[in-house]
């Protein structure tokens, strides 16, 4: 089965900092991954995905996220962090392939904090 | 254009009633989802929905939740005899195919149980 492990379930940085979100995923097939975003009270916005094309993927506001099959690692990644990225992020992998049905296996989450 | 919506927002209700809780999908999606949000679980897939039919009941938590989905579009989650672990918010999103990647959600629903 599917699975994604989050690593730190909270990151803190200062603003105009690097920001790194930890995701590794087990899958038995080539998997499809994403990143989410939650703010408050909303539901959850796509970052970035990938569907086996370009390893390195660009997404909205800045992130982008690496697949790296040999580290089973997908890590989000913003070089400059700004206050309104204080929001918590999800990485997911769907079983496309395995079940036809796209469902998402979410990982438990990590609160971005960004300090002024 | 207009995304998924979800009715009401907010529920609260008495432990042992039932509940339903609504989502319209984008216009035109085939592929609905439910997801569960708690404390202690996280995000858990509940139901996928490919047009009118359901293939993977799988996340269902008991016989006590079921959901339909009607004309393609809307779809309606009931839980009956309600427990405090239902305690959650839900969130239902839609796609255009399965395969298509993309799963865009809803606001969600917060249902509290007393």
């Known amino acids: 089965a599917q699975s994604v492990t989050q690593l730190g379930s909270h990151v803190s940085v200062s603003e105009g900092a690097l920001v790194l979100l930890r995701c590794n995923y087990s899958s038995s097939v080539p998997p499809y991954l994403f990143w989410y975003v939650q703010y408050p009270n909303q539901g959850l916005q796509l970052l970035l995905k990938?569907?086996?094309?370009?390893?390195l993927v660009k997404g909205i506001n800045g992130f982008e996220a690496e697949f790296k099959k040999s580290e089973t690692s997908f890590h989000l990644t913003k070089p400059s962090a700004h206050m309104s990225d204080a929001a918590e992020y999800f990485c997911?992998?769907?079983?496309?392939?395995?079940?036809?049905?796209?469902?998402?296996?979410f990982g438990q989450g990590t609160t971005l904090q960004v300090k002024p | 254009g207009a995304g998924v919506s979800q009715s009401p927002s907010n529920k609260v209700t008495e432990k042992g009633k039932d509940v339903e809780l609504r989502c319209d999908p984008i216009?035109?999606?085939?592929?609905l989802y439910w997801y569960r949000q708690s404390l202690g679980q996280g995000l858990e897939f509940l139901i996928y929905f490919q047009g009118n039919s359901a293939p993977d009941k799988s996340g269902l938590p008991s016989d006590r939740f079921s959901a339909e989905r009607t004309g393609g579009s809307v779809s309606t989650l009931t839980i009956q005899r309600t427990q405090q672990e239902d305690s959650a918010v839900y969130l239902c999103?839609?796609?255009?195919?399965?395969?298509?990647?993309?799963?865009?959600f809803g606001p969600g629903t917060r249902l509290t149980v007393t």
């Open positions: 216009s035109g999606h085939t592929a």
């Open positions: 997911a992998v769907s079983e496309v392939w395995s079940s036809n049905t796209g469902k998402l296996i």
């Open positions: 999103a839609s796609s255009p195919h399965p395969s298509s990647y993309e799963q865009y």
């Open positions: 990938y569907t086996s094309a370009a390893t």
